[in-house]
């Protein structure tokens, strides 16, 4: 039997006896991440990194939450589970299951260039690695981050020499913060959609220090928008909630922009390819150090990244999901609440 089991409710330890983000309600969950592709409601116990916390309470509401730190062990009916750092977002994990002497690791979402807020990734050893592709094509090969936010500082710059507003699609929670820190003081105001400031004050009330922003509301002149910069999840675009803010200029912070197809598409006047996950080289060098003898390929362009693996000497196998695509790629469900 193996260690992790592809079940029809996610992933499951059937001798630990837990779900690994499980996509229906279970007894046992552990959550790599808040984001809601990973993160679901119904379940009796959920375990995460104490950063992601506040995060799933603001998500999930009252639960049952067992918080640890990374490398912090938890044993579950015999089972080694250890949580270690992703990049992805503020307390994202990478989770480590070991029983007997195996080890598999279920990487969740990654990132490998350390954004400053997210913690470094750190590749674990493990004989079968469990691996997102979200970006897994050649295609997909980002600029530093730095490089992209100077674009998007110079971007916004000539939107307050236009008298425009320059308004920024990011999702609220751990890219928007990441945005509005590049950001801080290139316009005379920041002001967040209800999602972006939920996100920002749950973690400013857990002791993350961030530039102060403002939460738009109806009330709000139409003057203030001007020469400001506006941050909204994606599901704000095209919406009655800009009209207000015009004349607007509108960036989408993606990885999905590195293809510019993407932004004709979307009807937007920038695009910045910045994402929360590993690009191409960064997936293949992950895959690499952990040393794995197999590894299982989900989420994305898995089927792509499975093949050119096993064309490269590696054991691989792809698995579909419930949640097949990124949270870059779905609309946020956080509602102004």
Not at 43 to 49: A, D, R, T
Not at 64 to 88: D, F, I, R, T
Not at 163 to 185: D, E, H, M, P
Not at 218 to 239: C, T
Request: overall charge negative.
């Amino acid at each position: 039997m193996p260690l992790i089991e592809f079940s029809d409710k996610g992933l499951c330890c059937p001798q630990g006896q837990f779900y690994i983000d499980p996509w229906q309600p279970v007894p046992r969950a552990v959550i790599t991440h808040a984001h809601s592709d990973h993160a679901r409601p119904g379940s009796q116990q959920y375990l995460c990194h104490r950063q992601s916390l506040p995060l799933l309470q603001l998500r999930l509401g009252d639960n049952h939450y067992q918080a640890v730190e990374w490398n912090e062990p938890v044993y579950m009916n015999g089972v080694k589970v250890s949580l270690h750092p992703a990049g992805h977002m503020i307390g994202s994990s990478q989770v480590r299951v070991e029983y007997n002497g195996e080890v598999w690791v279920v990487s969740g979402d990654y990132k490998t260039e350390d954004d400053g807020i997210s913690g470094a990734f750190e590749p674990v050893r493990c004989h079968v690695f469990i691996t997102e592709s979200t970006f897994g094509l050649p295609i997909y090969n980002w600029q530093p981050q730095e490089t992209l936010f100077d674009r998007m500082r110079h971007w916004v710059q000539q939107n307050v020499a236009a008298g425009k507003t320059s308004v920024l699609l990011a999702y609220s929670f751990g890219k928007a913060q990441r945005v509005i820190r590049a950001l801080n003081g290139c316009a005379d105001n920041i002001l967040v959609h209800g999602a972006v400031y939920n996100a920002q004050m749950a973690l400013k009330e857990a002791g993350w220090q961030f530039p102060e922003v403002t939460r738009v509301t109806p009330e709000m002149p139409k003057e203030l928008f001007h020469r400001s910069i506006v941050v909204a999840p994606g599901s704000a675009a095209d919406s009655p909630w800009l009209r207000k803010m015009q004349p607007i200029s509108v960036g989408n912070c993606s990885g999905w922009m590195q293809v510019r197809g993407h932004v004709r598409r979307q009807n937007i006047d920038a695009g910045f390819a910045l994402s929360d996950h590993a690009d191409w080289k960064g997936l293949l060098q992950t895959v690499k150090a952990t040393g794995a003898e197999k590894v299982f390929v989900t989420h994305g362009f898995q089927s792509a990244f499975s093949r050119y693996l096993n064309e490269n000497g590696m054991e691989a196998a792809e698995v579909k999901t419930a949640f097949s695509n990124s949270e870059e790629d779905i609309a946020e469900p956080i509602v102004e609440s």
